[in-house]
């Protein structure tokens, strides 16, 4: 073909494919353009091999299709070869211990989670491994270092929001997946104004009246074994479903399940697994049938935004002050309605799931060792007046109660791989080590929570001897 060896059409490909990781590839994000190149990759085969019989017309349909298999054999491989070239042998973080398989993909780790959701006890055996600092990723680090959670999260930090944060709200946005730190800042004031101090207090009253409705369900089976965990469900969503929306989802009533917690839960699935790989995720929901949770919880939080506008509640709620800054906020960037159907998401999220899981948690442990039981009914009998308007605020403060409740967070967070943030440009360094720039960071907070490294810790429920306030120098 055109006096051109077939040496040739395997060297430029090849050539082509080293110059498209190190001159395009290894600069910047490219998650959002995944379904792009996922289209590009499919249909190159048939647009390089029509193209072939197109400017040269003495090749026959075979010699086509057999330069075509090779130019892309060859570009791929030649790309292949120099991603893990590069992040096996140069990449800044190869020093990190890490399973060999990370340093190459995330792919491993994707697989893992498909048969089995638990990615924090799967991070919790490696840092067993591997240490305080491990390498679960081409460019990715887990730390459990208490430095880390202040360089990643603490005030000042500088370190940003990952790629995952772009993808996770998809088709639309909300405020705590903002990246933008402009954007976010502006969006956090809108949601302070549903959480100032004068909100909170209106919201007490809604909150204590379901947690009666909670108390005299369970009361009602007269000491029978219950699904306690149903309940708190119940009871969580009932309470954002007012807070958010000013109507309850009526669980506690019914004592069944409202087809929006199921929608909920097929809807949040997916994330589970996608979270190590965020190009991934593009794809996915266009793709039919792929997300049909995920759509569905996406189509319910819209239809609950247009039926919470047309009712407008007496009592103001968290909507309130969001839709609110959509219709009459001078600044552009509240009328874009993907910011109001993402931040419902976020509002059903977490405000129910996490209440929930903790309740659930408090209560295991409460069961496990009544001991505790009887010493907060000693420190809240004093103080707490059933029905009184200060109800809430009378126990706030009660330290035995507080100990509960951190002592549940610690061993049990809500989010228990940790929150993901990169690393500045110029990296930055934690607890001497340098961690070089533009890297994904988690701190795990379930190992965070177990760390025998911290002597403060411990894996049992509010242990006995605990050390004094001034030597707990870590959770500071």
């Given at each position: 073909m055109m006096d051109l060896s077939y040496g040739l059409f395997t060297f430029l490909p090849a050539v082509a494919g080293i110059a498209a990781h190190l001159g395009y590839f290894i600069h910047g994000e490219h998650h959002m353009q995944s379904l792009q190149w996922l289209l590009t990759t499919i249909f190159s085969p048939l647009v390089l091999f029509l193209a072939i019989l197109e400017f040269d017309v003495t090749s026959s349909y075979v010699t086509a299709l057999k330069l075509t298999t090779i130019i892309l054999t060859s570009f791929f491989a030649s790309l292949t070869g120099s991603i893990l070239t590069y992040r096996i042998f140069f990449h800044p973080l190869r020093h990190f211990p890490g399973p060999f398989a990370a340093k190459?993909?995330?792919?491993?780790?994707?697989?893992?989670?498909?048969?089995?959701?638990?990615?924090?006890?799967?991070?919790h055996t490696l840092h067993e491994k591997y240490g305080e600092i491990v390498r679960i990723g081409p460019n990715e680090l887990s730390i459990i270092k208490p430095e880390a959670v202040k360089a990643m999260i603490g005030p000042g930090s500088k370190c940003t929001k990952t790629?995952?944060?772009d993808v996770a709200g998809l088709p639309h946005t909300a405020m705590h997946l903002e990246r933008d730190r402009v954007k976010h800042d502006k969006r956090r004031k809108v949601w302070d104004r549903g959480f100032s101090v004068k909100a909170l207090r209106n919201y007490e009253g809604r909150v204590t009246r379901y947690a009666d409705e909670l108390v005299s369900q369970i009361t009602s089976f007269g000491g029978k074994a219950i699904n306690a965990t149903h309940w708190f469900k119940a009871y969580a969503f009932d309470v954002i479903g007012d807070l958010a929306f000013g109507k309850s989802f009526d669980m506690l009533k019914t004592g069944e399940q409202h087809f929006a917690l199921k929608t909920l839960q097929e809807g949040m699935e997916p994330l589970g697994f996608l979270i190590p790989v965020p190009w991934a995720f593009p794809i996915l929901i266009n793709i039919p049938g792929a997300m049909d949770g995920f759509n569905k919880f996406i189509s319910y939080c819209a239809e609950h935004i247009d039926i919470r506008r047309a009712n407008e509640p007496s009592v103001p709620d968290i909507m309130t002050w969001l839709i609110d800054a959509e219709e009459n906020d001078p600044d552009p960037i509240h009328r874009d309605p993907r910011w109001l159907h993402g931040d419902s998401r976020l509002a059903i999220v977490a405000g129910s799931d996490t209440t929930s899981a903790t309740l659930t948690y408090l209560f295991y442990h409460l069961c496990l060792e009544p001991?505790?039981?009887?010493?907060?009914?000693?420190?809240?009998?004093?103080?707490?007046?059933?029905?009184?308007?200060?109800?809430?605020?009378?126990i706030q403060d009660a330290p035995y109660l507080n100990a509960v409740i951190n002592e549940t967070l610690r061993l049990h967070p809500p989010v228990p791989s940790g929150l993901l943030r990169q690393t500045p440009a110029g990296g930055l360094t934690i607890d001497g080590i340098y961690i070089p720039g533009n890297v994904v960071m988690s701190a795990p907070s379930w190992t965070m929570g177990r760390c025998t490294s911290f002597s403060f810790f411990f894996p049992s429920f509010l242990p006995p001897m605990s050390p004094p306030p001034q030597k707990l120098t870590h959770t500071q």
């Open positions: 190459c993909s995330k792919l491993t780790h994707v697989a893992r989670l498909l048969e089995k959701s638990d990615n924090y006890l799967q991070v790629a995952w944060y001991h505790h039981v009887t010493k907060l009914r000693e420190e809240l009998a004093p103080i707490f007046t059933p029905g009184s308007p200060n109800e809430c605020r009378d």
